[in-house]
C-alpha cells in the first residue's frame, strides 16, 4: 500500500497533522486504518513490512505506530524490539496489533512493553479511542 505523504511532506507535517505508521499484512485492514486516521485529520503511511517500517520509522518519525504482530518478513515484536533500541525512534508509542486472542499471548505483548494493544477485527470506534489516547494533541472525541 502506497502512503498518503512524501518524506518531506512527512518533515513538514511535524508541528500539523500528526502522523501515523500502520504496519499491516492485510491491505483491507491497512484501509480501515486509513479511513480512521483520516477522519480525525492526521497523516498516513501504510506499510506490510517489518523491516521498511524500521526505516520508515527511523526518516519520518510518526507520532504513533501500529504495528501488526503477525507480519510476514519479521515478527512484530522483533520490530518493536529493535524501535527501541534506536535512540532516534525508541520514543515513539507503539500499539501491537493483534488477531491474537489468546490470554497468553496477550500477556506476551503485555510484557514486551507496547504502549498499548488493539485486535482485530478492528472496531472503528475501539480504533479512534487508543489513537487519541496516544496522541493528546487530539483531543477527545465531541460525542460518544
Do not use: W
Request: with cysteine.
Amino acid at each position: 500500500m502506497k502512503s498518503d505523504i512524501s518524506f518531506s511532506e512527512a518533515q513538514q507535517s511535524v508541528d500539523s497533522e500528526p502522523l501515523i505508521l500502520a504496519v499491516e499484512d492485510n491491505e483491507d485492514n491497512l484501509l480501515i486504518v486509513n479511513y480512521v486516521v483520516d477522519s480525525l485529520d492526521c497523516k498516513f503511511i501504510g506499510e506490510m513490512s517489518g523491516e521498511k517500517t524500521l526505516i520508515i520509522a527511523r526518516n519520518y518519525r510518526p507520532d504513533l505506530i501500529l504495528l501488526d504482530i503477525m507480519l510476514p518478513d519479521i515478527n512484530g515484536i522483533d520490530v518493536f524490539r529493535q524501535l527501541q533500541l534506536d535512540p532516534i525512534t525508541k520514543s515513539i508509542p507503539v500499539i501491537a496489533v493483534t488477531a491474537l486472542a489468546m490470554l497468553e499471548e496477550q500477556k506476551t505483548i503485555s510484557e514486551s512493553g507496547f504502549d498499548g494493544y488493539i485486535t482485530k477485527p478492528y472496531l472503528l470506534e475501539d480504533l479512534e479511542d487508543i489513537i487519541r489516547l496516544h496522541i493528546p494533541k487530539l483531543g477527545t472525541k465531541l460525542v460518544a
